[in-house]
């Protein structure tokens, strides 16, 4: 679209939008509630299925839990919930026992009001797909001058950051060196007053680990909107007048750049 023009001057913008919204509307039958597939089904509970693929759903299900607040000191630990994911290390007393939750671990919000945690209080966290999408440009001419630049976005998606959940749960054991993170998780009491992450774990995501970091969660899947100066081109149209002057063969003089500078709530696209 031209919104100005003049004899020595032009300005255009340019622009799209989409905007994708999907829904499973029929699976064939296997026993399950709305047919789900893939996801995590529970014996005891028809109705608590939760991620994968199911009837009246949104593919590309982030499923996960959230974080209540950090176990700040023994006491808070203590009056903890059973987590069932928890294999209950203690560094002091160098004792296991199965859901006990230690100084520095995260309690987790307890969806179902069991009391307890499970698998039962995980949440869809968001999804993988952009539900909006989008890129809009403008040129501006100016005598020979003419500058081109154009952005791209995307709304309403999550990014579930699987890589540094891996490395700074206990980085396999010591085979892969954690994050500079990790020098802000939880160490002492007092400290979750000036951190959102819980205590660092080399055994964190082991069967003898606590899996603060290592399972999905709130903590590791964040939202995924941006905005992006994807493109930056100037160029310079030599005048007739003064090539003709020249031996110069040039016409047009161009600079372009690419991926510019990026918005984006995560920090983590690009």
Known sequence: MEYFAGKDFSWNVGGNISYNMNKVLKLPENGN???RMNGTLFAD?????IGG????????SVIGYKVSHILDNDKA??????DERAAGYDPVTQTYEKGRKIAGDYEWVDKDGSGTIT??????????VPTTTGGFNTTVKIRDFEIYASFDYALGHVIYDRQISLVNSGAQSGYLNPTKDVLNYWSVPGDAAKTRYARFDVEDGSDNGQWNHYRTSDENTYKGDYLSFRELK?????PRTILNKTQIKLRKFIFRSEYILLFSISGLHD
Do not use: W
């Not at 199911?54 to 590309?60: D, Q, S, V």
């Not at 100037?234 to 030599?238: A, D, E, H, I, K």
């Open 45 to 49: 509970d028809y109705y608590a299925g």
């Open 234 to 238: 100037v160029s310079y149209n030599f």
């Open 119 to 128: 698998a039962k209080d995980q949440f869809v966290l968001g999804y993988l």
């Open 53 to 60: 693929i199911a009837e009246g759903e949104r593919l590309y």
């Open 33 to 35: 509630y709305k047919n």
């Open 77 to 82: 630990a203590s009056e903890a919930m059973y």
